[in-house]
């Protein structure tokens, strides 16, 4: 059974750092294509960066550029989400999931973590 765990939101404030995680279990993530996505109040749920299974290829959301880096741990069957410079409309709650543009598993979908930017 596919499974993914994600962890490190919080609340922060504007122009500061999270760095979330999110383990995945029921399959291995070595050659697997990744994703972080994330939904915001009342906003549909929408792509914010893609890892390919080699960590080599990158594909950003426009908002993600330049402020969000993507990495990810194969010992540990985990990847990670480093946002910088965050902002009020990074309000969402973030998960993750296999795949590059769209979800492997849209049926396996974590619990997520809720980020919350604010004053």
């Known amino acids: 059974q596919v499974q993914f765990v994600e962890s490190g939101g919080g609340l922060v404030q504007p122009g500061g750092s999270l760095r979330l995680s999110c383990e995945a279990s029921?399959?291995?993530?070595?050659?697997?294509?990744m994703s972080w996505y994330r939904q915001g109040p009342n906003k549909e749920r929408e792509l914010v960066a893609g890892?390919?299974?080699?960590?080599?290829?990158?594909n950003w959301a426009d908002f993600a550029k330049g402020r969000f880096t993507m990495s990810r741990d194969n010992t540990r069957n985990t990847v990670y989400l480093e946002m910088n410079n965050l902002k009020s409309d990074d309000t969402a709650v973030y998960y993750c999931?296999?795949?590059?543009?769209?979800?492997?598993?849209?049926?396996?979908w974590g619990q997520g973590t809720q980020v919350t930017v604010s004053s």
């Open positions: 890892i390919s299974g080699d960590g080599y290829g990158r």
């Open positions: 999931n296999a795949g590059y543009y769209r979800p492997n598993f849209p049926d396996s």
């Open positions: 029921g399959f291995i993530i070595d050659y697997s294509d």
